[in-house]
């Protein structure tokens, strides 16, 4: 099979060059049987859609020749990796045809998930914010690409740099160096500023002092004799205080917060299998932490 050259720039920027349609590949017939699919790549955060399907399988059935844009895959080696035509690949294959029209380029894994993140920005299914989130995500979870500024993720990925921003913050990142789960560590990007503390009360003495005034008139609590043999006191509820109930119910609220904190992520789990073990430790080590808490507040409420 034969495949056009192109240029000798680096790799990467040849995948810039080629979203800015600045490279002209010329298509080429391809087996099926030879492109390997990747789901890692395919940039659907709902999987493949049942209804474009469909619209594709009739056209394929009332068309002999290929009716669609050539699919777009990555020839690294022997393997062929589909960068772009998800739809178009299943589709053909549905109908029974053995060959699809293609451009081949030149590439890895890295090249073609780099020009999958602005597939079908400008054609085909239209992308969800869910697509859009997902190929930022999917930049941010590289090591590499993660440093880069949220204005180059977002050419790469063909949204908004803002949105970016917004995914980068929400992004939970654990911390895990295959240790015990009492050593996973969950940081969570806190994006709100704590209360400002009200200034305090001050007036200037006649010797030009400055004199905190805050506490004058106010009776300082003095603390009562304590008899040794005296038992223990007993913490009770105070009128006003939540019940036990409620504290019980709301640590609950905290946790399920926290587990879908890193639920969320399922994207990032179904790109990089390996990561998953480190996020279920991260929920296990937050649900143990917020255990003994809970029974300390029905406890001290009882």
């Not at 002092?209 to 043999?229: C, F, L, S, V």
Request: some cysteine.
């Amino acid at each position: 099979m034969s495949t056009t050259d192109v240029s000798s720039t680096p790799k990467i920027q040849q995948v810039h060059a080629m979203k800015d349609n600045t490279t002209t590949i010329d298509p080429t017939t391809v087996r099926l049987a030879d492109i390997t699919i990747d789901p890692g790549i395919q940039q659907r955060a709902d999987g493949l859609d049942s209804a474009t399907l469909e619209d594709y399988r009739r056209a394929l059935d009332t068309s002999p020749a290929w009716p669609f844009p050539p699919v777009v895959a990555f020839r690294d080696g022997d393997e062929i990796l589909l960068a772009d035509g998800f739809h178009r690949l299943r589709a053909a294959g549905d109908c029974g045809r053995s060959e699809v029209r293609a451009e081949v380029r030149t590439g890895a894994r890295r090249e073609a998930l780099l020009y999958a993140v602005a597939a079908n920005a400008d054609h085909g299914l239209r992308r969800t914010d869910a697509d859009k989130r997902r190929a930022v995500e999917t930049l941010l979870a590289d090591p590499e690409w993660a440093e880069r500024s949220d204005r180059w993720i977002a050419d790469q990925c063909r949204v908004t740099h803002p949105f970016v921003g917004r995914v980068r913050k929400a992004l939970v990142t654990v911390t895990s160096e295959d240790q015990p789960e009492a050593d996973v560590e969950a940081l969570v990007t806190v994006t709100s500023e704590p209360p400002a503390k009200p200034a305090p009360k001050v007036r200037k003495t006649a010797d030009g002092r400055t004199m905190n005034t805050a506490n004058i008139g106010k009776r300082q609590p003095q603390a009562e004799p304590q008899d040794p043999d005296a038992p223990a006191p007993t913490t009770r509820r105070r009128p006003g205080d939540p019940s036990p109930a409620v504290v019980a119910q709301q640590a609950m609220i905290d946790a399920g917060t926290a587990i879908r904190e890193v639920t969320r992520h399922r994207e990032t789990i179904q790109q990089h299998p390996e990561t998953a073990p480190q996020l279920v430790r991260a929920a296990v080590a937050m649900l143990a932490w917020l255990a003994p808490l809970v029974e300390q507040e029905g406890e001290a409420h009882a």
